[in-house]
């Protein structure tokens, strides 16, 4: 059985550190606080590093995916709440934390994630906290999700070279992208809104985030990959094929 309140550095006085902390560093919406100290940050990493679940740090969640620190995630969660928005699409659920955070803020929440197995552990997750309005599709952020389209707001947790011109699509007249962009260590995280004379864009943050990475472009560097190692060995790989996310 998951234990949601925790003990001793998952407790709830060092959640409530965690929250001065915050506090401290310019998030100051009460709500979005709040759901910081309600979200039991602990359960969304691997049972070793939960000791370290409340510390204002990233954590890895396996594949070469990271668990956004608690700062980044308040503020970008503070950013897009400046517009109310009912209905918010976000790009990479990773560990769900982020997913769970927005989940208090909103009508609906739909999430794309594509790899598989973080897709898995992030719904269970969600049902242990009796979240019923996210859902969560295994299928590739570059595509957004336009079955629910537009959005009032959309959070995307890894950073593309450039916003992909589907999620301004996506995106309703008066809503709100919040996205960081870039590559490695030249990252922005920007503000983009969206109204009908058009698109406005400034900067909020420097930040860091693993890269936004689409299945088309995944499935193609692992097959050259695949190529370069069955070549090497002599052996033909006709046979050798990759469909979908992972």
Do not use: W
């Amino acid at each position: 059985m998951t234990d949601l309140k925790g003990i001793g550095m998952t407790s709830q006085r060092t959640r409530n550190r965690l929250v001065e902390r915050l506090r401290e560093q310019g998030i100051t919406d009460p709500s979005v606080l709040t759901a910081i100290n309600e979200v039991p940050r602990h359960i969304f990493v691997d049972e070793a590093l939960a000791q370290r679940a409340y510390e204002d740090t990233s954590l890895p969640i396996g594949f070469n995916q990271t668990l956004s620190q608690p700062f980044i995630v308040a503020l970008m969660t503070q950013i897009l709440l400046e517009i109310k928005p009912r209905v918010i699409l976000e790009v990479g659920t990773g560990s769900g934390y982020q997913t769970a955070v927005l989940s208090k803020f909103c009508d609906q929440l739909y999430s794309v994630e594509r790899i598989s197995d973080l897709v898995k552990k992030a719904r269970q997750r969600l049902r242990t906290l009796s979240i019923d309005n996210a859902t969560i599709y295994h299928s590739d952020g570059f595509e957004g999700l336009e079955r629910h389209a537009p959005y009032d707001g959309i959070l995307v947790t890894a950073a593309p070279k450039e916003i992909p011109e589907v999620l301004l699509d996506q995106l309703a007249d008066g809503g709100r992208i919040v996205a960081p962009v870039g590559l490695d260590l030249n990252q922005d995280l920007k503000i983009i809104d969206k109204s009908e004379n058009g698109l406005v864009e400034r900067n909020a943050n420097k930040v860091r985030f693993v890269p936004l990475v689409s299945c088309k472009s995944y499935r193609a560097n692992t097959r050259l990959s695949a190529n370069a190692i069955f070549s090497n060995r002599g052996i033909s790989n006709g046979l050798f094929s990759i469909d979908g996310c992972v």
